[in-house]
């Protein structure tokens, strides 16, 4: 028990779950997804895990200490400061950093021992002007239309680097835009093999070259090269064709929470739930009230789909507020004060899958988990039922 909120005992995570609405984790799921695309590239091909949007949501940290306790060859990420939050949970492996920074602040990020990218002429010359030794990898833009050098500029930046000592090329990677089509992965892989033909050229012969983030492994198992990058295939956060293509698990196992509060409506109130337009019930209604709103990732205006309780289906009323949805219990006569609604997984033998809720939320996979796994407390699958 927590004497005081200034008790070292009444840490965060505590007092966090005073308000019951958590995401239940499967902390096995990167291990068992690593073995997987081990499976799928052979042992020769590194494994470079994408933690940006700090980890998927679920915290660049937690998900790169069970990928390095699972053998991963090293990181990707989006920022500096999920670089510096590995570097501080004690991983030493490699980390990339993704362009994400300024060429005016090249010699801070130079600083900070990662692996940096020099995606545009003005990086490159940057970093080898800020005077810092570092590694770095050259981004190719293959028609994704984002980051990196073009066929008529790439021969340049190899040349650059070719004589000069500040910065050593580690690698060349690149990003396919389209791994669900067969021609334009072709055609992007083609403008990939020139770069680093001409990186050979130029003297380049012992990088590590990349391709293939978790749809490209896939779809496109021969495009391994050296390394690959892939992201959501770990964490199990793919769409459901997808998913169907490997034995992957899910990191993100259930969304739960507890009723705090039941309440009796009677025929003929009329009510706003969740600032809604008001309406007229023509029956008797009973309602719960979960702590668990669109602050915790979820959606306002419906449709907001349906829930478990009890093993059974109950549906939402209103609109959702900011920490708070509305349920109807009307049919199930053991819900109570303290029952456990499922929001996302498994309840008795009904179960709500992560693609029928971002169906019927109108949101892609890629975006509804990270909403919920950054905005949610995290338990170990099991401990909260």
């Known amino acids: 028990m927590c004497a005081s909120i200034l008790d070292p005992v009444c840490d965060a995570q505590r007092v966090r779950l005073l308000r019951p609405s958590w995401a239940e984790l499967d902390d096995g799921a990167i291990a068992a997804n690593l073995a997987v695309a081990r499976e799928r590239v052979g042992p020769a091909t590194k494994i470079y895990f994408v933690c940006k949007g700090d980890g998927f949501g679920f915290g660049a940290a937690k998900v790169a200490r069970l990928a390095a306790q699972a053998g991963v060859d090293g990181f990707c990420v989006g920022s500096p400061e999920e670089g510096v939050a590995i570097r501080r949970a004690g991983i030493d492996r490699d980390i990339l950093l ?11 990020v130079a600083a900070l021992g990662l692996t940096v990218t020099i995606q545009s002429r003005e990086s490159l010359h940057a970093f080898i002007d800020a005077g810092v030794a570092v590694d770095a990898f050259l981004e190719i833009d293959p028609g994704f239309g984002r980051f990196g050098f073009l066929p008529s500029q790439w021969q340049g930046a190899f040349d650059v680097l070719r004589n000069q000592k500040t910065v050593r090329l580690k690698g060349v990677y690149t990003h396919l835009s389209s791994p669900e089509n067969d021609d334009v992965t072709r055609r992007q892989a083609g403008v990939f093999d020139a770069a680093l033909a001409d990186a050979r050229a130029a003297g380049f012969n012992d990088l590590i070259t990349m391709l293939a983030s978790s749809r490209v492994m896939l779809a496109h198992p021969h495009l391994a090269y050296h390394a690959v990058d892939p992201g959501r295939l ?129 949101l892609p996979v890629m975006e509804l988990i990270p909403r919920l796994a950054r905005g949610l407390p995290h338990v170990s699958a099991g401990v909260k039922d």
């Open 98 to 108: 993704f362009a994400a920074t300024l060429p005016e602040d090249a010699a801070q």
């Open 234 to 362: 770990l964490y199990g956060a793919l769409d459901a064709d997808w998913m169907a293509r490997a034995p992957l698990r899910p990191l993100l196992r259930a969304v739960r929470g507890r009723i705090i509060h039941v309440q009796e409506h009677r025929a003929g109130s009329t009510l706003g739930i969740g600032y809604a337009e008001p309406i007229q019930l023509e029956h008797d209604v009973r309602i719960g009230v979960v702590p668990i709103g669109f602050w915790d990732g979820l959606n306002h205006v419906p449709p907001l789909g349906r829930v478990l309780v009890h093993g059974q289906s109950a549906p939402l009323l209103g609109r959702r507020s900011f920490q708070h949805t509305v349920i109807d219990i009307t049919e199930i006569g053991q819900a109570r004060t303290g029952s456990v609604v499922t929001l996302l997984g498994q309840d008795g033998d009904q179960s709500i899958t992560i693609d029928e809720m971002a169906q019927t939320l109108r």
